[in-house]
């Protein structure tokens, strides 16, 4: 297994008090805890903080910890054959340390092997970011997901065990969307009931939708023309193109709502398909074209910027 | 093993009880409670009657527990807490919603 350094992770020397070692874990817990931090690799580094000051904030564990003595972070070893008997961790001399990561060689003291010896452990709960695309959201999908969990082995050591769960995600998940997978967390132990998966849905960004709940947003360039004089335009939809019809004076910005074109809905029913009216120039134009829009700016006596004048004078 | 399993929607159409929240959360009954008196937890029905709760909130619950262990607070702190965390909830996806309308 690899070495991990609890105490270089709180930041602390290693003959640090546990008053020091508890100051330390709630001084970084406030900067990475998931639920109120929004830094970048938060959720890993909080980790690292929970999993050190679990082992250092109990004097069993430490003492077993510090036996282990100090080595470079990272570092494969063993840890000494009499090592598991001496601090309470195995229940037997034949224990093996194989497949065991180090981040849960000290979660199971003081749990299946120690306090709770004999009675049942629930199994672990474990939440999964998940990233959906849109069309996947629109139609549902069946996702396939290959998770390693720690779960309890016969000797009450806890190891990690690869899993493949498959789940159909029914049409109609929106961003931040949470599903729950009953049972398919973690194993319990000596009969505790099976933790559950839960899911945590993030909707890919997509090349023309901005999705708000079940509401699609979506950018509907017009030539001037088409706004002036209306138009009968072509929209795409996530169930296939369909015809809309852009009334004649459309402004930039206006917003054209196709009602039930956007995320079906668990309950019944779909969000809108919201286009909004942008519009577009070429950048290059020909003689004929820069001779018609000369000629329309003569003949019109339109003043977009009047209200500049009103309230400047 | 590949079994394609149960997957429950936490939203609003779907309904837990106190019982299925406590065991859900790792809250405690009398912690559920009072976030629930505090109005930091959103329940239907009474206390006479018995509560129940939009399957939406599990999750909040389950924020409650984590907090709670890892920064050792009481209720009071939890009710503080989950109140913010609900605002800044409200207003990223309100800021989510506005960016939407922009265009591109």
Redesign the interface.
């Known amino acids: 297994m690899k070495y991990a350094d609890y105490y270089a992770a709180l930041g602390v020397e290693r003959g640090a008090s546990a008053d020091e070692i508890k100051k330390a874990y709630?001084r970084l817990?406030?900067k990475y805890?998931p639920?109120?931090s929004k830094e970048p690799g938060a959720e890993a580094r909080f980790k690292e903080v929970?999993e050190a000051y679990q082992t250092l904030k109990d004097a069993g564990k430490r003492a077993a910890y510090d036996a282990l003595g100090s080595r470079p972070p990272g570092e494969e070893f063993r840890p000494p054959p009499d090592w598991a008997r001496q601090h309470g961790g195995a229940g037997s001399d034949h224990f093996s340390f194989e497949d065991v990561d180090f981040s849960d060689l000290f979660s199971s003291f003081g749990g299946a092997r120690g306090a709770g010896r004999g009675g049942p452990l629930p199994g672990q709960?474990f939440e999964v970011p998940v990233e959906l695309s849109l069309e996947d959201a629109f139609r549902g999908t069946?996702l396939?997901l290959s998770l390693s969990m720690p779960e309890y082995d016969a000797s009450g050591q806890l190891r990690r065990t690869p899993h493949?769960?498959?789940?159909?995600?029914?049409p109609g998940a929106v961003?931040g969307?949470?599903?729950?997978?009953?049972?398919?967390g973690g194993k319990g132990f000596r009969g505790g009931r099976d933790g559950?998966l839960?899911l945590d849905i993030a909707l890919k960004s997509h090349r023309l939708y901005?999705?708000?709940?079940h509401?699609l947003?979506l950018?509907l360039p017009l030539a001037p023309w088409e706004a002036a004089l209306g138009a009968v335009v072509e929209i795409p939809t996530l169930s296939g193109p369909v015809s809309l019809r852009v009334p004649a004076g459309t402004a930039a910005?206006r917003?054209l709502r196709l009602g039930g074109r956007g995320l079906p809905k668990?309950?019944g029913g779909a969000g809108d398909l919201?286009a909004?009216a942008?519009i577009v120039v070429p950048a290059q134009i020909g003689d004929r074209e820069r001779g018609l829009y000369q000629e329309l700016a003569e003949a019109s006596g339109f003043d977009p910027r009047r209200h500049f004048a009103a309230e400047g004078a | 093993?590949?079994?394609?399993?149960?997957?429950?929607?936490?939203?609003e159409?779907r309904v837990v009880s106190l019982r299925e929240l406590i065991e859900?959360s790792g809250l405690h009954e009398t912690e559920l409670l009072e976030l629930v008196h505090s109005g930091a937890i959103p329940a239907s029905g009474s206390p006479g009657a018995g509560y129940s709760f939009s399957?939406?909130v599990?999750?909040v619950a389950?924020?409650a527990c984590?907090?709670r262990d890892?920064?050792e607070l009481d209720t009071r702190g939890l009710s503080v807490?989950l109140r913010l965390?609900e605002r800044v909830r409200g207003l990223e996806?309100e800021i989510?919603?506005l960016?939407?309308?922009l265009?591109?």
């Open positions: 709630r817990a406030q805890h639920d109120v929970a709960d069946t396939s493949t769960v498959k789940a159909r995600i029914a961003d969307q949470r599903l729950r997978l009953p049972g398919k559950d839960y901005r999705s708000t709940g509401d947003f950018d910005a917003k668990p309950g919201i909004v942008q | 093993m590949n079994i394609e399993t149960e997957v429950l929607w936490l939203d159409h859900l399957a939406r599990i999750t389950r924020t984590r907090l890892d920064f807490a965390l996806e989510a919603r960016r939407a309308e265009p591109r």
